[in-house]
């Protein structure tokens, strides 16, 4: 701490861990066609079952008891050998449309985009440029990852603008996300010699998740089976004390205490009714199929959920999640544009709270999935909540900010205690417009972050970084102006996390708008978050 900082120090160079970033063009996984047209070939393989389900019984029982379908129809008309014909020819234009398809497939990373052509009739070229990349998926679908591969999705901020390498080797994919957001990150990387144009990604040797000519089926089989027990985040990749799970029972108890629980209890509480009471049976014909249909959905929820995993490392927030399919994504530092801390009533006494974020290029909108590209914590405890808002703002991390933070999640009443709370509160005579909730609304700004408390039923913290916020709106109707009141609102982009006031003392709500616009174009002026391992500017040295 007592060395000063060097001018001009030149960022070191690192080694790319793949030969995927040298800028020239790269095939994906040769199971590519396969796995994205597998829906296909499901279609077909289980047509061709279902007209010979007859005959296959008869290798089991002796007895012909099969008629009338096509395959009978083919053999009594003697078109044997044309069937055949004609099902060979249809099996190579598929292989050839299959493989056409792979070969012009290709990828590029360069030091300042990631691009895509793809496309056999139709060609289309996608780009993303690495300055405005917001974050770095990996997902591993369960068929996929019987053959070692895995999709990768590069997010930019902008409408439609992701990109998508689909499908790599396993391990090929985790070591191009590291090498992308190295790239985007500023980091310099050591130059690697060139490959050959068009290179395909299998040409590199003894990939991971991509098993060479020699391999032996056991090696491939052993390899698929410690890859699915193997945990979704590397050991090595941060420290242990770093690293927030989620254990299973708390997944599960979520799951069950939320708003499709009650409405399930509901819905059977007036189906037992309108049985009791003699209905017509298209109650039970409507309700019970969902009744049934909901056990798919909580499995659906929980599998999604299990292996929870969030931890920091060098290139920011890295979310792991999945039990048969598993996914991970990365946002570097800097891409979180807000914050929700909220707690559901049925969740107050257990101590459980959820984290939701907005992030430029993921949908807008609450997902009833548990776990999507907005749900950075999905149940955690205080301290939990406390460790991942420290990965996320990572300078928002003093004894004031945590205190701030506490009185966000659960005070309000505290002040009239003679409890310092730091917030600025809505006046008593905005119980008019929310007679529960008026003594829980407040704000404040603490750096170059701002705070929203709100909410009673769902208690609801929302923290902006004034860096990311785009706008601040005030507003005033007629009811509001007879009390003297005021609604404010801070825009950010689209998401679930709405950063908004409902009720505020008019004089607090011109003094809330002068500290926001003036700290939102402070703190942009100062960020340097999009390229997060840039210590300085580049030399002449340097850039050569």
Known sequence: MNEEPVAHARPALTAPRTDLTDGEWHRLHPATP???????????????????RERLIDLFTGEENYGGDPIDAIYERGATGWALLIIGGVLVVILVVFYLSWRLHTFRVTGEI?????????????????????????????????????????????????????????????????????????????????????????SAPAVDGMPIAHSALGDFATARFNEFRAPELDPDAAPPH?????????????????????????????LIISVIAGSSGWVLVAVLPGLIGSVGYYFSRITKTLRFSITGT??????????????????????IHA??????????????????????????GRSSTPVTGTTLLPVGTLADVEKVLQLALPDFDTETHRALI????????????????????APARAVWLRPFSWWRTGWAVSGSVA??????????????????????????????????????????????????????????????????STGAVRSALADTSHQWSRTAPPTQEATE
């Open 242 to 270: 770093s690293v927030v799970r989620i254990p299973p029972r708390r997944l599960i108890g979520s799951v069950v205490l939320s708003g499709f629980t009650v409405f399930l209890l509901l819905a059977g509480m007036g």
């Open 451 to 516: 705070l929203i408390r709100r909410g009673i039923l769902s208690r609801d913290l929302i923290l902006v970084p004034l860096a990311r916020m785009q706008g601040v709106r005030i507003s005033q109707g007629a009811i509001r102006r007879r009390l003297r009141l005021a609604s404010a609102a801070l825009h950010t982009v689209a998401g679930p996390v709405t950063a908004s006031l409902s009720v505020i003392d008019v004089d607090e709500a011109l003094v809330l708008f002068e500290w926001m």
């Open 114 to 202: 990631v691009e895509v052509r793809s496309g056999l009739v139709f060609r289309s070229n996608r780009k993303a440029r690495l300055d405005r990349v917001q974050g770095v998926n990996l997902t591993r679908p369960l068929i996929p990852r019987l053959f070692g591969a895995a999709r990768l999705q590069i997010t930019v901020a902008g409408q439609d603008g992701n990109v998508e390498l689909a499908y790599l080797g396993s391990k090929l994919a985790d070591d191009l996300r590291r090498d992308i957001l190295h790239l985007a990150s500023g980091l310099r990387q050591a130059k690697q010699p060139a490959a050959a144009p068009d290179a395909p990604v299998t």
């Open 34 to 52: 396969l796995l994205r047209g597998g829906i296909f070939m499901v279609a077909i393989i289980g047509f061709i079952i279902a007209n010979l």
């Open 406 to 425: 506490e009185n966000g999640m659960l005070g309000g009443r505290k002040r009239d205690a003679g409890i310092a709370d730091f917030y600025s509160n």
């Open 314 to 335: 060098p290139d920011g927030v890295r979310v792991g999640y999945g039990l048969l399919s598993t996914s991970s994504q990365t946002l570097p530092p800097g891409r």
């Open 339 to 364: 914050i929700e801390v909220s707690q559901p009533i049925l969740w107050r006494r257990f101590g459980w709270w959820q984290i939701s974020i907005n992030t430029a290029g993921q949908a807008s």
